[in-house]
């Protein structure tokens, strides 16, 4: 399988499991199992360390829905592009797909940017009113998507000169980049719960 198949998957993959990470945040705090880490446990009379890893529940799980939603038509983009590119499909097959995907990205693509910026807004507030002593992957992702939404923030406003505009958005775009970022947030949150 080609390395441009392996990041589709992966994408598609991961875009599907972001839900589920606040579902097992969910169970892990009714079953009452608590991972503590070695500095959590040195620090076990500290005020400050006492708590332990947790996360604001509210916040996190609105910034995943709307991370989901906002970046639905995207996913389905990309899953059109490589079906159209790697499956054996019939012509009428193939010119229907690319119809679907044109007439999705005409009325859905505007969610992407109008939720996208507000999706920030919430994932920092989820991140400051979390605690991490454990690992510092929450940290990384959201400087991960801090950096993935500011350069399609440069493509929208066309702040680049035009002749970067193409690599620009092949790295916006790419599933590897992308799926790079949720494996981060991805994996971060799961060495929390």
């Known amino acids: 399988m080609g390395r441009s198949r392996v990041c589709i998957v992966l994408l598609i993959a991961f875009s599907l499991m972001a839900p589920l990470t606040g579902s097992m945040a969910d169970d892990?705090?009714?079953?009452?199992k608590h991972f503590q880490s070695?500095?959590?446990?040195?620090?076990k009379g500290s005020k400050s360390h006492g708590r332990g890893d947790h996360g604001n529940e509210t916040t996190g799980q609105l910034?995943?829905?709307?991370?989901?939603?906002?970046?639905?038509?995207?996913?389905?983009?990309?899953?059109?592009?490589a079906a159209h590119r790697f499956l054996?499909?019939?012509?009428?097959t193939k010119k229907s797909l690319i119809q679907i995907n044109q007439i999705q990205k005409k009325?859905?693509?505007?969610?992407?940017y109008i939720l996208n910026p507000g999706i920030l807004a919430i994932a920092i507030l989820h991140w400051s009113l979390s605690r991490c002593s454990s690992t510092s992957l929450p940290e990384w992702g959201l400087i991960a998507m801090?950096?993935?939404?500011?350069?399609?923030?440069v493509l929208k406003l066309r702040l680049a000169p035009p002749k970067f505009n193409k690599f620009i958005y092949k790295?916006?775009?790419?599933?590897?980049?992308?799926?790079?970022?949720?494996?981060?947030?991805?994996?971060?949150?799961l060495m929390v719960d």
């Open 171 to 189: 790295v916006h775009s790419h599933p590897g980049v992308i799926g790079s970022v949720a494996l981060v947030v991805l994996a971060g949150h």
């Open 28 to 32: 892990h705090a009714k079953n009452g």
């Open 88 to 92: 054996p499909l019939a012509e009428g």
């Open 146 to 153: 801090l950096i993935l939404a500011g350069i399609g923030l």
């Open 63 to 81: 910034a995943t829905w709307l991370l989901v939603a906002a970046n639905l038509t995207v996913v389905t983009s990309v899953s059109i592009k």
């Open 107 to 112: 009325y859905l693509l505007r969610f992407h």
């Open 38 to 43: 070695s500095s959590d446990r040195e620090f």
